[in-house]
């Protein structure tokens, strides 16, 4: 298998109800790692591209957290409808989506 040029890792952690931190995937997280696999099927990308699904990031309450190396950006509050410019920006043409980076307070 090749080495990718970039690995994104979806934040798809769950915690039961009443747990004093917040989940991803009360978040729709799952919808985010799937609109990734989607796109990675998409653009055929896969000596490229990898996409794994992960526990928690850290960043929970700012979640859905996705982090891409080999840069070690990490983008928060991802929706399924930011996937495709963080897929083509970022993984596709190397320019992270300065929009959805997640705030220095909680990843900087
Ligand atoms: S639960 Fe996703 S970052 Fe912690």
Known sequence: MPRPE????????QRP????????SQKNCNEVAEEFFFNLQQTQAFDRIQVTTTGCLGP??????????????????????????IFEEHLVNGKPVERLLMPKDFWG
């Open 6 to 13: 970039r690995h994104v890792f979806v934040c798809v952690q």
């Open 17 to 24: 109800e009443g747990h004093p931190r917040p989940s991803c």
């Open 60 to 85: 929970c309450s700012e979640g859905p957290s996705v982090l891409v190396y080999p840069e070690g950006v990490m983008y928060g509050r991802v929706g399924k409808e930011d996937v495709a410019a």
